[in-house]
């Protein structure tokens, strides 16, 4: 059997996967890199990326959907922004499990 690393409060291992997923593509990385400095329009985001807006369509859908973005909509423009809250929690998650790393190991004997 399996342990939990990080105390539930801050990422449940369902949770963590699928925040991993929506971050393991790297034209996703990319989104994020360019919401990173702040809210953005999906015509920049298209320009900037130099992607067809159905391709960056769904990878904005699999990273809201994730909760790390989330969107607004002023007239017809959908303007998109990261969700700091849940960058906080995969950034808690992951000190958490290297605080476990530096945890003295237990032999197995």
Not at 21 to 50: F, H, T
Not at 63 to 85: F, H, M, N, T
Not at 87 to 103: F, N, R, V
């Amino acid at each position: 059997m399996g342990t939990t690393i990080a105390p539930p409060h801050l990422l449940d291992s369902s949770r963590a996967r699928t925040l991993m997923k929506a971050l393991a593509d790297p034209i996703r990385l990319q989104v994020i890199e360019e919401l990173a400095c702040g809210e953005r329009c999906v015509c920049d985001l298209i320009n900037e990326l130099s992607l067809g807006q159905s391709r960056l369509s769904f990878h904005l859908k699999v990273l809201k959907d994730a909760g790390l973005i989330v969107d607004r909509q002023s007239g017809r423009w959908v303007y998109y922004r990261l969700e700091p809250k849940a960058l906080g929690i995969l950034q808690d998650w992951l000190s958490s499990l290297a605080e476990q790393c530096q945890k003295p190991t237990i032999n197995c004997e």
